[in-house]
């Protein structure tokens, strides 16, 4: 398929559908300003909204859910931080719990992870109803949709309907310039459609094909997508694709890798360690003593780490039980 004249009828008839239904899944547009303002004041501000996301990746990545787990939670997260006054100690147990909302709507039944495990691998203090909690809240307050429509939504969309050129990126590498946009508040403030074909056309001009170009216009044209508009947000794509790409970012760490855990986890660990039996000595006589010396790597425990401990049912609510508008 060389343009957009022979695209299937269905798949275009789709594109405007989700056009459609896209500003039902916005985020609150008042509230993202408010967000970014908040540097100076008391409630979310950008940087802290930013930090959460970018461990909701990690999180993802570490379960093993889906790109659509990740960018569905990212949008249940703004939407509720836009309609509701939220304080930042707050914060960690709504991304938690947008996370694992978007994973029973996205990933198999099997492969949800436990709420417990959530909880423990995100090192939260807060607990498993808390979390239940929490998650009866946002999913009264906002329209919990398995099939909302998210700039993931597009990218699959336009890649269908140019899959068969053999110059454009793979559909991978389009997951992974999202979900580093997503880790940015800006980003929220596009239009879905926008932001996916932003990623499309900025990795078409790199390519300088004026195929691929056209066909960018001709999704301009059944999108009703404005020069300006996809100008504007590819610039900024562009923008955030150098900046991750840079030597700072890409810098490695080269601290020592240590393992944070709890006091009680320390001393489990303590006390295994003690209780672990001699093994019998192997009878061979080519055996090398040397070659009998274990190598492990230290596990550090933080008794005072703010994120180590876990907290209990008995310990009281970790947030309260209404939030207020």
Known sequence: MRDLQGIDSLLLNELKSCCAKEYNFLPREAGLNLIEINAIHSGVSAKCRDGKVEELRSLTSFFGYRTQTFVQAVN??????????????????????????A???????????????LIRISQSRFTVSDLNRMEKIISEKLSVDPDMVTALTFLHLYHSAI????????????????????CRLVFSKAKPSVLALSLIA??????QSATLLKIIQQFQKHLKIGDSELLHWKELVTKCMMEYRSSECNKPDNKKLVWIVSRRTAQSLQTYHFSVPGLPTIPEMSWDESESEDSCEDLSS???????????????????SLFHH
């Open 76 to 101: 249940l997260l703004d939407r509720f931080l836009t309609i509701m006054k939220v304080q930042p100690k707050h914060v960690p147990c709504i991304g938690v719990c947008c996370l694992h909302i």
């Open 103 to 117: 994973a029973k709507m996205v990933e198999e039944e099997s492969n949800v992870s436990p709420t417990h495990e």
């Open 163 to 182: 899959g068969s050129l053999e110059e454009i990126p793979s559909i991978g590498r389009l997951e992974a310039q999202l979900k580093a946009c997503l």
């Open 202 to 207: 900025q990795e078409f001009e790199v390519l």
């Open 302 to 320: 933080v008794d005072s780490s703010p994120c180590g401990s876990l907290g209990s049912d008995g310990e009281g609510a970790f947030f309260p």
